[in-house]
């Protein structure tokens, strides 16, 4: 496969700016949901916490934050997903 097929760095699939859902999930303590929204705010100040979506897990143990961000850029993505997945309360982001 010739590499003019294969979407350069600065290409997206994604259309930008969007409202993009980010997954999230950790430990089902208090200060998780906090420290999220916190992270959230970070990258996207116009972000909403009353539009999060929670689900906690069969055994209450773990709980998953879906949130909806308003993308700009990849960037912008690039930077919520690594400050994410750095915190120590997360588990993982998708």
Do not use: R
């Not at 259309?15 to 430990?27: A, Q, T, Y």
Request: glycine content about 2%; charged content about 30%.
């Amino acid at each position: 496969m010739s590499d003019t097929n294969k979407p350069s760095e600065e290409e997206s699939l994604i259309d930008f700016p969007c409202d993009f859902p980010v997954k999230v999930m950790g430990v089902a303590i208090p200060e998780f949901h906090s420290c999220i929204e916190v992270i959230a705010k970070k990258h996207d100040p116009e972000f909403i916490s009353d539009d999060t979506k929670h689900k906690i897990s069969k055994t209450g143990k773990y709980v998953s934050l879906t949130l909806n961000i308003h993308a700009k850029d990849k960037a912008q993505l690039d930077a919520i997903y690594q400050d994410l997945t750095d915190h120590e309360l997360v588990l993982w982001a998708l």
